[in-house]
C-alpha cells in the first residue's frame, strides 16, 4: 500500500514537470535537501531522550492558485528518531525512525520571495533500526516488521517559512509535530503515547 501510494505521488510530481516545460506558467519541478533534527514528545518517558542529528531530501512541487498562495506537495526521505543518553560520559543510544514523508502544504507569500507554509503530512516507515555506538561504523540493530512497535505509518502537521530568490535557489524552514501515537496499539509498547518532532532546516533549486 505504502509503496503503492509513493509511487502516485512521484508520478503526479512527474506530471506537473512535464506539463511546466510546456507551460512556463506553471511551476517546475524542485529539489531540497538540508538538516534533520528529531526527538518524540512523550509523558510516558523519563526524559532522557535528546534530538538525533540527521538529514532529509527530495523532491517537491508548488501549484499556483493565485498571485501569492500555492499548493505545495513534497515526497521526502526524512531520517528520524531520537538519541537516548545512557550515562553521565555523554554515550548514546540511536533509535533511528526513517520515513517516506508527503507534506501537502499550503503556501502564502507575505512579500515577494518570503513564503509561510502550512498543512498536514502522512509519513510511511521504510527503515527501523537501534544503532548502540553511533560515532562509529558498527553497532547497527535492524528491527524487522515482526519485532518493531512502531507503526507503518504516521501523520503529522508542519508549519515553516521558506525564501525563494529570483534564480530559483530557496532556504526553508520548518517544524513538524506528530498528531498520531507512533508505537502500534497491539505491541508490548502499546500503553506508551510518543509523537514524532522534527525541525527541517534546508536548501534546494526550482526548475
Known amino acids: 500500500m505504502k509503496k503503492t501510494l509513493v509511487t502516485l505521488a512521484l508520478f503526479l510530481m512527474g506530471a506537473v514537470a512535464v506539463q511546466a516545460q510546456a507551460d512556463q506558467s506553471l511551476p ?6 538540508g538538516l534533520n533534527l528529531s526527538t518524540i514528545t512523550s509523558d510516558d518517558f523519563n ?3 535528546e534530538s538525533r542529528t540527521s538529514f532529509n531530501v527530495g523532491l517537491l512541487a508548488e501549484l ?3 498571485d501569492r498562495f500555492s499548493i505545495q506537495p513534497e515526497v521526502l526521505y526524512s531520517a528520524q528518531g ?3 543518553r545512557q550515562n553521565d560520559n555523554g554515550d548514546d543510544v540511536e533509535y533511528q525512525l526513517d520515513y517516506i514523508q508527503v507534506p501537502v502544504l499550503a503556501k502564502l507569500y507575505l ?5 509561510v507554509e502550512a498543512g498536514p503530512q502522512f509519513g510511511f516507515k521504510v527503515n527501523e533500526e537501534v544503532d548502540f555506538d553511533p560515532t562509529s561504523d558498527g553497532g547497527d540493530f535492524d528491527i524487522d516488521a515482526d519485532d518493531s512497535s512502531v507503526k507503518d505509518f ?9 525564501y525563494k530568490f529570483d534564480n530559483g535557489f530557496f532556504v526553508s524552514g ?5 498528531l498520531t501515537n507512533i508505537f502500534d496499539d497491539s505491541s508490548l509498547l502499546g500503553n506508551v503515547d510518543a509523537k514524532n518532532a522534527v525541525w527541517q532546516f ?3 533549486f526550482m526548475f
Open 202 to 204: 534546508g536548501v534546494g
Open 64 to 66: 499556483p492558485i493565485s
Open 82 to 84: 531520537f538519541d537516548i
Open 174 to 178: 520548518r517544524y513538524t509535530h506528530g
Open 47 to 49: 526524559d532522557g531522550e
Open 111 to 115: 512579500i515577494k520571495g518570503l513564503s
Open 154 to 162: 504516521e501523520t503529522s502537521v508542519a508549519l515553516g517559512a521558506a
Open 28 to 33: 517546475q519541478i524542485g529539489i531540497k535537501g
